[in-house]
């Protein structure tokens, strides 16, 4: 993830903004590059408060990818056609209470859902998806060696181009969780899948039916 100086960051918008305005109306391009001189530290960017730091930053935008724009306690009431809601004032810091027609505050909310297959989150460096099935290979490569060549009936070549072993949703629990579901809690004893039912679906799996 990408850390951006403040100041910077501000800058860059001043200069993006300004030059788009020139596109858009030419006739004032005057009036328009004299704001680089007027206001010399940039456009208000709304990014200090949280952005202090790296690690700030990366908490920041963890949240909006894990939660909704606006939490459902925020919303006070809605009487069938209006909303109120409060929000914390950047500038100030005070909590502010806003009344909005409703559809005017989904119009608000639908802003920050992301267009279909637009990624919130990219992976670089080792974690970007090409790469980590290598570095998933090297580390299985490593364990062969480590072994003495006895892990795996076959030439290193072989081993290389096998396709890795996709986990069960079973051995992902162990794994991630230390939790075997398959496990009862009650008695220690393995469970038998007896039956799937979806509330689309219906059963999708019955023991010995499928
Ligand atoms: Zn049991």
Known sequence: MAYLEYEYFRKVWQYKLINY??????EKKQEYLKLFKTKSD?????????????????????????????AEYRIISYDGEKVTFWYKSHETNEKVVEVLEAER???????HIPPKYFKMVRAYGIYAGSIRVKVKRCFGLLKYIKSGYKA????????????????????????????????????????ELWEIWQRKYGYIYELGKC
């Open 21 to 26: 305005m020139i596109s858009k109306r030419p």
């Open 42 to 70: 940039g456009f208000y960017i709304n990014a200090k408060s949280r952005m202090k730091s790296a690690r700030g930053a990366a908490r920041y935008i963890g949240r909006y990818l894990a939660r909704p724009a606006i």
């Open 105 to 111: 505050f989904i119009g608000k909310l639908l802003m």
């Open 152 to 191: 795996i009936e076959c030439t290193l070549e072989e081993y290389w181009k096998k396709e890795p072993k996709k986990l069960t949703y079973r051995e992902l629990m162990i794994r991630n969780f230390s939790k075997d579901p398959f496990r009862c809690k009650k008695c220690g004893e393995i469970m």
